[in-house]
Structure formats: C-alpha cells, structure tokens
C-alpha cells in the first residue's frame, strides 16, 4: 500500500530525513517510535504532503502511485489521513460542519454524489458513541477551546468519518489519559481491516498494549535503523534508545 | 444542528475567496487575475445634464423631478451649507481632492420609469439586470422580496407594491414620496443627518436625485425583506440617492441593499445619505452588501463611497446595521445609531474586505443618551494585497444614559504581508454606571490551518472559504436568508473566473 524508497527531505535546508525506507501492506499495522528530533512526525508530514518540506531524493508511492507531486488534498481523496500531533483550531467552524465538508470533498474527488446531510449526521452519531462523546461535540467549533485530549479524540473521530485506507497517528496517544487512550485505541482498532493500514508514531510502549502493531520500527536521524515485530517496542522500553541504537 | 446552514454560508463567503488566496504570490496573482464582473456598461438612452455644480443645475434637477417648491429650497439651503464646509481629511485614506465641477449630478433612462409589470421595461434594462444576476421574476418567485433598483440617480422599478400598501406599508422611490406623502418627507427627511451634518451630507442634501422611502405604520410587522439595488451606469455621473426609512411604535422591518457600478477608469463618486427613524418600541434591521466597482489592481478607477447612515431609536427601540464591503476604491462609512430613548439598543456588524489598492476607513457611532442603552459592534476586516483597511468607532455615553452597555469587538485578519489594519477606537463615557468593553485582534491566515484542512480533502480555495467563514460567522449569520439568495446572483460573475 505504501512504499517509501530512499527518501531524503530537508526543511529550510537543513536536512531530515536520510534514506528512509517503508514498506506498508494492506490489513498492517506499523509502529514508529524514535527520539525527539528523529524526524518521526516529518515522515507524518511528507507523507500527506506538507510543503514546507523539500523531498530532495527517493520516491513515496501509495497505491502503486508516485504521490510526491500530488496535492495534500489529492493524497487524502486516495485514502490518507493524518491525525496531527497538534491538531490546529478554526474558530466558527462546527466541527459538523467541517466533516460534512472534508467527507463530500473527498466523494466528489472520487467521482461519487454527495452524502445527504441525514445519512451524515447518523453515521456521525454512530461514530461519536464508539469514541464515547457526547452529540454537543458536532456543534462545537473545531478544536477552539478544545482539551488536549478532546482534539486528539476529534482527530479519531474524523478518522472515522473519512474511513482512510492509510492511517497516520502522529502521537495519538500524547496528553490521553489511561482511560481516553483505551478509547482512541478502541476506536482505531474497531476500523481495523484487511483493507487498510496504519502507521502509528509514538513515543511510548503504552498505546501497543491496545493497538497490536504488526512491525515495530526504530527511526533515528532520519532513516529506520531497527525494524522488528512487537517484542521490539518492549525491550526499547526497558533498555532506552542509547541501549538500542548503537 | 448546523448542518443545513452551510450552505447559504458558502455562498456569501464565495466572493470572498477570490481575493484570498495561500501565499503572498497566490494572492497577488489570483486577485490580480480575478476582474470585476459588473463592469459592463448598459446603453440605454439617457437623459443627462452637463456637469458642474451651481444652482442653476440644482434647480434644473428640481425641475426635472417636477418637485415642489419648499423641496427646492431645502436642496438650496442644502447648497449654501455645502459652500461653507470643506472635504473631511482625518480618515485614513488617501485620494485627490474631488472637483465638484466634474461631476455630472442628473442622468436617468429616458424611457418612462414608473412601471406596472416588467413587460413594459426597456429591454436593455432587463438586460442589466439579467447581467447582474437579479432576475426580477426569480426573485419574486424564490423570496417575495420587494425590490427597488435605482440605475444612476432614478428609481426604475418596484414589485410588490400594492401587497405592501394593503399594510399601509409605502415603499417607493423618494421622487414619488416627495410627491405623494410630502408631510411624511417634511417631518422626517434630514431630521437625523441634517445637511450640516458634514460635508457630503450637505452635497447630497443639495442635488440627490433619488433614492428609496420606506414607511411602516404602528403595530405592522412588515411581512417581507425590503431591497434596494443601486448601480451607477453613466459615465462621469455621481450617485447621490437618499434613503429614508420610518418605522412606527412597534412595527418592524427589514430592509437590504445591494451596488454595483460598471468598471472605469475615472473615479466616480457615490454620497449617499440614509437616515433610519426607529419610534418607540419599533424595529429596523439594515444589511448591506457593497460591490462598487473597486479600481484595477493598480488602483486606477473605482467608486469613491462617502456615505452617511445614521439612525435614531426611540424609546426601546432597535436599530440594526449589518454590512458587507467588498467593493468600492475608498469607502468612508460609519453607520451609525443615535440611541435617544431609555432602554434602546443599537446594534453594528461588519466585515469589511479589502484588496489591491483599496482603502477603507469604516465603522460605528453609538451615541448613547437613553437610560439603559445598550450597543454591540462587531466588526471583522480582511486586508489582502496593498490594502488598507481601518475600524474607526465612537462609542459615546452621555450623563444621563445612565447603566448603558457597550460591547465592541473589532477583529482584523491579514492575507500577506504588504497589506495592514488599523483600528481607531473613540471611547467617551461620561457617567460612573455605564460599562464599556473592546476587544481587538489581529490574526493571519495560517499555513497549518490550511494544511490541516487539504489533508482532511479540503483544496486551498474551499478552505480559505471555510476559514474566512468562521472568521466572519458571527456577521454572516445577521444576514437574511434572502439576502444569501441575491448575494449569490450578485456575485455568481465574480466567481465564474476564480473558480473555473
């Protein structure tokens, strides 16, 4: 599903990522975990196209397509989607309103009729009460005077509007208490399928107890330098980074 | 739930967008590409008289209107005034000294204006307004709007009429007012701007050609959106209509107002003065939408706007203003409210666009003099590309307006980094129980904004759309439903490029 070759960025010119190689399969489930400053939310941010990124080498193609051309908002009519680590506010916009936006953008960029605002709105509410929020959320103004938790739960829940074919979570799971985390990890587990993937950023062993990766991945200075299953994330927990990247 | 609302949102905000792009050279670029829509010019036959300013031509205007002689010598007063005041020069704008020698201050159609149905309108009329989006028919039939459009100086057209006489309701042009209800026209007219109020007051008061007259007697709730669309066609005319709207104990109305002036390279002048009487308990809402020809992107031509609004609420009555300018090269523009019986309430949303090279200096005047007043002002301005855009408000509370409330927010949002936003607020508070509050921001579109908003499958111009949408939700939502109806014709042109 994604295929990510050699890829070297820079930002302001100052190189960050160096090399890096991914590989990402349908129905798979991919931790990345990494110190800070390793370049783990710019993968985030390269992968759904952010500009203020120059990709100076190497290619990143999804679904068997070149995508390093491709407008942000092109890639997430294929099927991406990034939960941001700081999701951003946009006062007097409701969140309902925002969605109902992102989600008949993105049919209409694959050919389909808008979805009727009845049809919306049930599936928002199914939705709301797999993520154990309340209906006054859709109301709200996106992200404005939102908790750090709450923003983090409104990036799962247009996660699961969108219904991406690749999930990006760029530390979900920071700022969650233990409770909100089991919900988020619920939620993302419960859109779980053979038909998508996800890569899950993160800086700690906690989240995998409740999402199972498939692979997890040490990215250090810019390219992976471990990749291993699930015992990985463990033994990183208990040796440090220093015992790990030698 | 909100869902059904954003729609009509959308549309207003689409002839925002145009102007507003994600980088500085996007902007630049889009808004230099991105021509006025309204700039044709109609042929009709036209009765015009030779420019200048004298009294000679204001009696020929008098004339020509076939008005009566004490409305002839208030237009005279009105002109011995004007000798005596000079141009205002405080705002912050910037232009030529205006010569008022220059100007052509009376052209109409030549056809017979005063109409029964559309069949008998001139072809190249309807024309117009099938150019300017504003299907007559279509309007009657989506929003049972009662329209009056004035084309250069002269009232052309108005629906509905007769409906609203049933209610005893009169909406005409100010010719017809000054003919049929000159009692109405005597007691009111310039009892609230009076021509020595300033100087384009008093310009306007000496040659204004026409306009709109609205009345609404005691008790009635008027049933229907009242509109008025202006548009300047002439070359080298001036517009200087006059609208007067009364509105007796407890009765209630609402009232719109559209322009558009084909594009030119001279400057052309508009002062038009509107004077809104609220009686005791009465309720007048006024929403705007400006789209004057603004210039080119190098600032040649455009429509100077130099209006004067200003209301008076009587006891627990309400005025309210809402306005959206996006045309015009300068705009000077402060509707105000002059809140004189206990327990009034005047109220001002704007949002305020700017691009290119233009300048606009506008905001509020609440003058509190009533018991327990209260006024809110909201304004919202977005400057894009070289242009200046500035709130400028006065908030007075006089001795005995004694427990009044003000609230003001003025909020400014910058596209680029060539453009700026001043904010100019006046506060004057002369009793110790009266509470005033201003709030002011400054804010820029962000680049994260955007990008959170193309990944979620949102493209650039959609979600400038959806950012400036929010920025001005709180304006936008004043608006009347019907008025979403006629902005979308208004500025379905202006979209036609940007978009496609």
Redesign the interface.
Known sequence: MLRIQDLFCTINNTPVLKGLNLNVKAGEVHAIMGPNGSGKSTLASVIAGDDKYDVTNGNVEFLNKNIIDLAPELRAAMGVFLSFQYPVEIPGVSVSNFIKIAVNEKRKQNGLEPMSSTDLLQEMKKNLELLKMDSSFLSRYLNDGFSGGEKKRNEIFQMSMLKPKLAILDETDSGLDIDALKIVANGVNSLRSSENAFVIITHYQRLLNYIKPDYVHILADGAIVKSAGPELALELEKKGYEGIIK | ??????DVEKVLLYNLIFMLEKDEKKIIKEVTEAEYKYGFVSNFDTDTISPGLNEDIIKTISKKKKEPDWMLKKRLEAFEVLKTLKQPEWANVEYPDIDLQNIIYYSAPKKKVQLNSLDEADPELLKTFTRLGISIEEQKRLAGVAVDVVIDSVSVSTSFKEKLSELGIIFCSMSEAIEKHPELIKKYLGSVVPAKDNYFAALNAAVFSDGSFCFIPKGTHCPMELSTYFRINEAGTGQFERTLIVAEEQSYVSYLEGCTAPQRDENQLHAAVVELVALDSAEIKYSTVQNWYPGDKNGVGGVYNFVTKRGVAHKNAKISWTQVETGSAITWKYPSCILKGDDSVGEFFSIAVTKNHQQADTGTKMIHMGKRTKSTIISKGISAGKSNSSYRGLVKINRNAENSRNFSQCDSLLMGDKCGAHTFPYINVNNKNSIVEHEATTSKI????L??????????K?AIA??V??????VLQRLPMEFAVEAKNLLEITLEDSVG
């Open positions: 739930m909100h869902l059904e609302h954003v962000g680049e994260d904004q990008f959170y908003c193309n990944q979620r499958g949102i493209g650039e959609e959806l950012i949408n929010g920025y001005c939700k709180e």
